[in-house]
């Protein structure tokens, strides 16, 4: 079939990015093209001079203007091109996960081909978040396929629920969109088990799909410290670094976290996990309880895990993040006696980790001390990062003796 799409060229600076493959074309990237293209409909994009780079979706409402799905002309975008995908992000779950694959992101956006989509599975639930015009439009038929492939392979899928809102769905010109989708069978929880500890995962009324699933390894790499220690663990959440210290032997643990639904939660997964007399929860502002026990004696503490949320999520709020992640480093530091351990991270993409590299040397000098690093980490295999798209890159995590 002969292609008509409408013709978009594009800046230079543009061209650059996609032919290194990066799939976006910003609003002021476009030179010409725009009047004649629908919003969700499908464009060829080429240079000033008619060389071909990419076929992708336009919306004028975004600040992303066009986000790019192929640089194959043999491509046809239809059911078969994304059912085709499906697979290949699913078998590549399957090899990288192994017997992880019942508690995993199967689809990562970008990453997968399928820009501003994610789905996590619970065990039995599979969460989605759309947040682009281009998959809002092909998501029941994506979906459709990821189940059908589920089940195809003998894994029993009972529901599938969307939490589409926020920003970032208003930013693509769409509406907030919850609930649940094809199969609708559920009532809001899942239990799955990961590292051996249990989770009662609310993908509901829970932050973001329900629960964090990109830390897994770290918990696990975070947990051989813990044996005999005496475990802070900030910004708690759900509970999932503290649960996986007292599972590995902590002689105690308390975790802290502003959120009282959040504890809540933290102590229903101690409860499933059988470490329920091992773990204190301390519903205290992190930064108010870091500043205080920087105050007393060493010792109270010889191993701190400091997993907050993004403190910044625009180019434009890095130095203000860098400064509250100094903040709790540095107060870490001074807490842990010497020979203490530190298990420390960034979720944002922005937060570089040349930036948060610089940012705990600062940190360690000022607190003097020497940073005697165990290892560098980032987000599990199933958050692939491409190379060319340095968005999927976001998660730094460190463990550190302090000497």
Same mark, same amino acid.
């Given at each position: 079939?002969?292609?008509?799409?409408?013709?978009?060229?594009?800046t230079e600076?543009?061209a650059?990015?996609?032919?290194?493959?990066?799939?976006?074309?910003y609003a002021?990237?476009?030179?010409?093209?725009?009047?004649?293209?629908?919003?969700g409909?499908?464009?060829?994009?080429?240079?000033?001079?008619?060389?071909w780079l990419g076929? +992708?979706?336009?919306?004028? $409402?975004s600040?992303i =203007?066009?986000?790019?799905i192929? %640089?194959? *002309?043999?491509?046809?975008? #239809?059911e078969?091109?994304?059912?085709?995908?499906?697979?290949?992000?699913v078998?590549?779950?399957?090899?990288?996960m192994?017997?992880?694959f019942?508690?995993?992101?199967?689809?990562?956006?970008?990453?997968?081909?399928f820009?501003?989509?994610t789905?996590d599975?619970?065990?039995?639930?599979?969460a989605v978040?759309?947040l682009?015009?281009?998959?809002?439009q092909w998501?029941?038929?994506?979906?459709?396929?990821l189940?059908?492939?589920l089940?195809?392979l +003998?894994?029993?899928?009972? $529901?599938?629920?969307? =939490?589409s809102?926020?920003?970032? %769905?208003? *930013?693509?010109?769409l509406? #907030?969109?919850?609930?649940?989708l094809?199969?609708?069978?559920?009532?809001?929880?899942?239990?799955?088990?990961?590292n051996?500890?249990?989770?009662d995962?609310?993908?509901?009324?829970g932050?973001k799909?329900g629960?964090?699933l990109d830390?897994?390894y770290?918990?696990?790499a975070?947990?051989?410290?813990?044996?005999n220690?005496r475990v802070?663990?900030?910004?708690t959440?759900?509970?999932a670094?503290?649960?996986n210290?007292?599972?590995?032997?902590?002689e105690?643990?308390?975790?802290?976290?502003v959120?009282?639904?959040a504890?809540?939660?933290?102590?229903k997964?101690?409860?499933?996990?059988?470490?329920?007399?091992?773990?204190?929860?301390?519903?205290?502002?992190?930064f108010?309880?870091?500043?205080?026990l920087a105050?007393?004696k060493?010792?109270?503490y010889?191993?701190?895990?400091l997993?907050?949320?993004a403190?910044?999520k625009?180019?434009?709020?890095?130095?203000?993040?860098?400064?509250?992640?100094?903040?709790?480093?540095?107060?870490?530091?001074?807490i842990?006696?010497?020979?203490?351990?530190?298990a420390t991270?960034?979720?944002?993409h922005?937060?570089?980790?040349?930036k948060?590299?610089?940012?705990?040397?600062d940190?360690?000098k000022?607190?003097?001390v020497t940073?005697?690093q165990?290892e560098?980490?980032?987000?599990?295999p199933?958050h692939?990062?491409?190379?060319n798209v340095?968005?999927t890159d976001?998660?730094?995590?460190?463990?550190?003796?302090?000497?």
């Amino acid at each position: 079939m002969e292609r008509t799409y409408p013709i978009l060229t594009v800046t230079e600076k543009a061209a650059r990015a996609l032919r290194q493959g990066h799939p976006w074309v910003y609003a002021d990237e476009i030179l010409s093209g725009a009047e004649g293209v629908a919003d969700g409909a499908l464009a060829d994009v080429t240079t000033a001079k008619g060389h071909w780079l990419g076929l +992708g979706f336009y919306n004028s $409402a975004s600040k992303i =203007r066009v986000r790019v799905i192929t %640089r194959s *002309k043999n491509d046809l975008p #239809d059911e078969a091109f994304w059912a085709r995908r499906v697979r290949y992000a699913v078998d590549y779950r399957r090899t990288v996960m192994g017997e992880d694959f019942r508690a995993c992101r199967l689809i990562f956006g970008e990453a997968d081909g399928f820009p501003g989509l994610t789905v996590d599975r619970f065990d039995t639930v599979l969460a989605v978040q759309v947040l682009s015009l281009a998959m809002e439009q092909w998501k029941t038929a994506i979906l459709s396929e990821l189940v059908s492939y589920l089940r195809e392979l +003998g894994e029993q899928i009972d $529901a599938v629920h969307e =939490r589409s809102e926020g920003k970032l %769905r208003r *930013k693509e010109g769409l509406s #907030d969109s919850v609930g649940f989708l094809l199969d609708t069978t559920g009532d809001g929880h899942v239990i799955i088990k990961e590292n051996g500890v249990k989770y009662d995962v609310d993908y509901i009324n829970g932050q973001k799909t329900g629960f964090f699933l990109d830390q897994k390894y770290n918990r696990q790499a975070a947990s051989k410290l813990a044996k005999n220690r005496r475990v802070l663990d900030c910004f708690t959440h759900t509970g999932a670094f503290g649960l996986n210290c007292a599972l590995a032997g902590a002689e105690s643990v308390v975790s802290v976290d502003v959120s009282v639904d959040a504890l809540e939660q933290a102590k229903k997964n101690a409860a499933l996990t059988g470490v329920a007399d091992k773990v204190t929860y301390l519903q205290s502002d992190v930064f108010e309880l870091l500043t205080r026990l920087a105050g007393e004696k060493r010792g109270a503490y010889d191993y701190i895990i400091l997993d907050p949320p993004a403190f910044t999520k625009s180019s434009s709020t890095v130095n203000a993040a860098i400064r509250g992640y100094k903040e709790i480093n540095l107060k870490a530091m001074r807490i842990l006696p010497r020979g203490g351990y530190l298990a420390t991270c960034s979720c944002s993409h922005f937060m570089t980790d040349e930036k948060f590299r610089a940012m705990l040397a600062d940190a360690a000098k000022d607190a003097q001390v020497t940073l005697r690093q165990i290892e560098a980490r980032q987000q599990g295999p199933d958050h692939p990062i491409l190379w060319n798209v340095p968005e999927t890159d976001y998660l730094k995590f460190y463990l550190f003796q302090i000497v």
